[in-house]
């Protein structure tokens, strides 16, 4: 089995709402984390999709354990070998998994996860112009409604 379907099985799987355990590797979790607007109420950052990867692996409740096949199981130690050899692996759709300090594993996320398609890919909003004519004119615009009410 190679990389590419190793992690549309991953995804595959946290797109259903569960966690996936890998023997071996971790647990992957995926979460939803909803719009917020900056404290000064400068910028809006759309929803978006959190993916995690807790290198111990635990039996969590909600965890579906990967079916470990001959070929799984091979990928699995192919990506902990190169690990081990201090590299890294890409996990396409998903991020790069990294050897970090210790024993442990480290994750980082990729920008075009796509587990939530509801999501549509939405950037982060800054509402304030950057311009200093708009700002000028945006000022003006809140000075004449103020006055007229």
Not at 24 to 48: C, E, N, V, Y
Not at 126 to 132: F, N, T
Request: proline share 5%; charged share 25%; hydrophobic share 40%.
């Amino acid at each position: 089995m190679d990389i590419s379907t190793f992690t549309s099985l991953v995804v595959s799987r946290l797109a259903d709402g569960h966690e996936v355990t890998i023997a071996h590797l971790g647990t992957f979790s995926a979460k939803m984390q909803g719009a917020a607007i900056s404290p000064d109420g400068r910028q809006i950052t759309p929803p978006r999709c959190q993916v995690l990867l807790r290198a111990e692996v635990e039996n969590a409740a909600n965890a579906v354990k990967l079916g470990i096949r001959s070929e799984e199981a091979a990928c699995v130690q192919t990506i902990n070998s190169v690990l081990d050899c201090g590299g890294s692996v890409m996990l396409p759709g998903l991020g790069k998994l990294e050897k970090s300090a210790g024993s442990g594993i480290a994750f980082t996320q990729a920008d075009n996860v796509t587990i939530f398609p509801d999501l549509l890919g939405l950037k982060t909003l800054d509402v304030m112009p950057k311009d200093p004519e708009q700002k000028e004119r945006r000022k003006g615009l809140f000075k004449s409604r103020r006055s007229e009410s």
